[in-house]
C-alpha cells in the first residue's frame, strides 16, 4: 500500500485503504462479528436451562421409581442395565430434539439469509448446511443433555436394593416461619401449608424458582434489543443528524454554494459541513475516520452528550454539546479506541489531496452510536489545512412534500454528487427491526415460554402426584375444591412471585454483559443498555402465561381424581 501511494501522490492519489477499511466491509464484518457473539451466548443459555429441566424430569422420574428400580436390582439386575435404560430415555429425548432442532435451525438460516440478501444486497448468498455444523450443534445440544441427566442416572447405578425397597423415611417438620413468628391466628391454614412444604424442600423449590427466573432472563436478553436499536435511531435521526437531506457536492466550494443550495425547490435551510478523512494517533493506537467540520451555530448537525454516569440514557437525557472553536471532539467509542482523554494531544495525519500532519488537543468526548466520529469548528479545520472557508457537502431543512422534486432536481444538478435522506434510512431500519429481528425475538420468547412452561408444569405435576393422598384427605375432611386447588397453586404462586424479580434482574446482568461484548460494541455500532417497560412486561407476561396453562393443565388433573380410589391405596 505505501508503494502504491507513492506511485500515485504525484496525481493527486490521497492513499490507498485496505479491503477491511472500505464501508461495506465494515459493515459486514461487524454484522458476523455480532453474529458469533449472538450464536454463542443466546444458545447456550437455552442449553443451560434445558438441561436443568432435564436434571430435574429425569431427578425425579428416578424419586417416584424408586421401589421399581429396588426390586429390579434384587431380581438379579445389575447396576449398568438399570443405568442404560434410563440412559436410554434421555437418548431418546436428545435425538428427537436434535432432529427437529436441525431442521427448524435449516429453515431459520434459510430466512436469515433471505433477510441479509434483500438489506445487503447481495448478488448471491447460498444456504450451506454442512455435516460438520449438524454435527457440532447436535454435539452441544446432547452435551447440555447428557451432564442435565449424570446425576439422576448416577442416582439409579449407586442405589442399594435393600435400602431402596425400604419405605422412604418420614420427613421431620419443623415450625415454619409464620409459626415462629407468631402469625398463626392471622394467616389461614391452606398458606400455612404452602409454606411448611416450600420450607420442607427448600433445594427443589431453589432450583425450580431459578429454572423460571431465566426463562424470563431470557426473554429480555432477547427482546431488549429492539429497544436498544430504537433508541440508537431515536437518538442518532432525532437528536444528532436532524436534517432532512445531506447532499455531496463534486469539490469543496466556499460558503456562497449554502446560499445557491437555499434556492433549491423545498430547501428551508443549509449548512455547511466539510468531511476529510484523516489518521489519528495516540501513542501506539492508530484509526483512520473522517473529521466533520461543523458550523458553530450547527442546528442540523450537533453534538450530544449523556447525563446518566455511565454515558447512557434515554433520548430525553442527552445534552446538546457546543462545538470547541479549537480541537477536535472525540465520540466515546473513538476515544476508548484511542485511550485519548479530553486534554491529550493527537497527531492527526489528513488523508486528503492537502496531505499534512498536525498535532491537535482532544477538546471534548461525546455520545454517539454510529461509527466513529471525530467533528471540529469547520473555520478552525480550514484554518489548520490553510483553506478559505469551504465545505464538501451540506445538511438540508426541506419543506414537507418537496422531497420528491428536490431529489429529481439535486440528481441533474452537475454540482451534486449524492443525496441521501435520512427519514429514508430510519424507515429502512425500523422495516428492518419489524419485519426480521422482530420475527426472530419472538421465536427466542416462544422458546422461552416452553422453558418457563416445562418448569412450572413438571413442578406442579410432581407435586400433585406426590400429595395426591394429602389433598384427598383434606377434601374428605371438608375441605373445598377451590381450597385444595389453593394449596397446591399456592406453591406455584409463591415460586413464580419470588423468580419474577429475579429473572428481571438477571436479564438485566446478562444484557449488560451482552452490549459490552466485541459483537455489539462496535466500530460500527455501540448498543446503549435500554430495557424499555415493554420488554419488562413482556418477561412478566411470558411467565405469567406458562404459570396459567401449567395450573390450568393441573386443575384438569385434580378435577379427575377419584377421592375413593386415593384413599385405599396402601401406604
Not at 429492539?226 to 431515536?234: E, G, K, P, Q, V
Not at 483553506?387 to 419543506?399: F, I, K
Not at 444538478?413 to 449524492?418: A, D, L, N
Not at 416445562?454 to 384427605?473: H, I, K, M, P, Q
Amino acid at each position: 500500500m505505501k508503494q502504491v501511494d507513492a506511485v500515485l501522490k504525484p496525481f493527486g492519489g490521497i492513499g490507498a485503504i485496505s479491503r477491511k477499511d472500505h464501508t461495506s466491509a465494515f459493515f459486514v464484518a461487524n454484522e458476523l462479528d455480532q453474529l458469533r457473539t449472538m450464536t454463542w451466548s443466546i444458545p447456550l443459555l437455552f442449553l443451560a436451562v434445558s438441561a436443568f429441566l432435564l436434571h430435574v424430569v429425569l431427578g425425579r422420574i428416578v424419586a417416584g421409581q424408586r421401589e421399581s428400580i429396588a426390586a429390579l436390582g434384587a431380581l438379579g439386575y445389575h447396576n449398568g442395565e438399570l443405568g442404560r435404560h434410563f440412559a436410554k430415555i434421555v437418548a431418546i429425548v436428545v435425538l428427537a430434539g436434535c432432529a427437529v432442532g436441525v431442521v427448524f435451525g435449516a429453515w431459520i438460516a434459510s430466512w436469515m439469509t433471505e433477510m441479509y440478501i434483500r438489506h445487503y444486497r447481495f448478488p448471491a448468498l447460498p444456504v450451506v448446511l454442512s455435516f460438520g455444523d449438524v454435527l457440532l450443534a447436535s454435539s452441544i445440544a446432547a452435551g447440555s443433555g447428557v451432564a442435565g441427566a449424570v446425576q439422576a442416572i448416577r442416582k439409579v447405578v449407586t442405589l442399594p436394593p435393600a435400602e431402596a425397597m425400604r419405605p422412604v423415611p418420614p420427613v421431620r417438620y419443623r415450625p415454619t416461619v409464620i409459626e415462629r413468628l407468631g402469625l398463626t391466628r392471622y394467616v389461614p391454614v391452606w398458606i400455612r401449608i404452602v409454606f411448611r412444604e416450600l420450607e420442607r424442600k427448600p433445594l427443589r423449590a431453589l432450583m425450580s424458582m431459578l429454572g423460571i427466573a431465566m426463562a424470563g432472563a431470557l426473554c429480555i436478553v432477547n427482546a431488549f434489543m429492539l429497544d436498544s436499536m430504537r433508541t440508537m435511531l431515536a437518538v442518532q435521526f432525532s437528536l444528532i443528524d436532524r436534517a432532512d437531506i445531506r447532499v455531496a457536492l463534486t469539490e469543496s466550494r466556499g460558503d456562497r454554494v449554502l446560499r445557491e443550495l437555499e434556492h433549491l425547490p423545498g430547501v428551508r435551510y443549509a449548512e455547511g459541513i466539510l468531511d476529510v478523512p484523516i489518521e489519528l494517533t495516540s501513542g501506539s493506537r492508530r484509526k483512520r475516520t473522517v473529521v466533520t467540520g461543523l458550523s458553530r451555530d450547527s442546528e442540523l448537525q450537533v453534538l450530544r452528550v449523556g447525563v446518566g454516569s455511565d454515558g447512557i440514557g434515554s433520548p430525553e437525557r442527552f445534552a446538546r454539546v457546543p462545538i470547541p472553536q479549537e480541537g477536535i471532539v472525540l465520540s466515546r467509542t473513538l476515544a476508548q479506541r484511542l485511550r485519548a482523554s479530553v486534554g491529550d494531544v493527537l497527531r492527526m495525519e489528513v488523508l486528503a489531496e492537502d496531505r499534512g500532519t498536525y498535532s491537535v488537543p482532544v477538546a471534548q468526548i461525546v455520545d454517539s452510536y454510529v461509527g466513529l466520529t471525530a467533528h471540529m469548528d469547520r473555520h478552525a479545520l480550514c484554518r489548520l489545512l490553510g483553506r478559505t472557508p469551504c465545505c464538501n457537502s451540506a445538511s438540508l431543512l426541506v419543506d414537507d412534500g418537496a422531497m420528491p422534486q428536490l431529489s429529481m432536481h439535486a440528481k441533474q444538478t452537475p454540482g451534486i454528487t449524492g443525496v441521501s435522506s435520512g427519514a429514508a434510512v430510519l424507515a429502512s431500519m425500523t422495516k428492518l427491526l419489524d419485519e426480521n429481528i422482530g420475527v426472530y425475538v419472538m421465536i427466542t420468547i416462544f422458546f422461552s415460554l416452553v422453558l418457563a412452561f416445562g418448569v412450572l408444569y413438571n413442578s406442579v405435576r410432581v407435586t400433585l402426584a406426590e400429595r395426591t393422598r394429602d389433598l384427598a384427605s383434606l377434601r374428605v375432611l371438608g375441605f373445598r375444591r377451590r381450597e385444595v386447588a389453593a394449596i397446591l397453586f399456592g406453591e406455584i404462586a409463591v415460586l413464580v412471585a419470588i423468580a419474577i424479580p429475579l429473572g428481571l434482574w438477571i436479564g438485566y446482568g446478562l444484557a449488560a454483559l451482552l452490549v459490552s461484548s466485541p459483537g455489539f460494541d462496535s466500530d460500527q455500532f455501540r448498543l446503549p443498555l435500554v430495557i424499555g417497560s415493554r420488554t419488562w412486561a413482556l418477561a412478566i407476561a411470558t411467565i405469567a402465561l406458562a404459570s396459567a396453562l401449567s395450573c390450568w393443565l393441573a386443575w384438569r388433573r385434580l378435577d379427575s381424581i377419584d377421592i375413593v380410589e386415593v384413599l385405599k391405596t396402601r401406604d
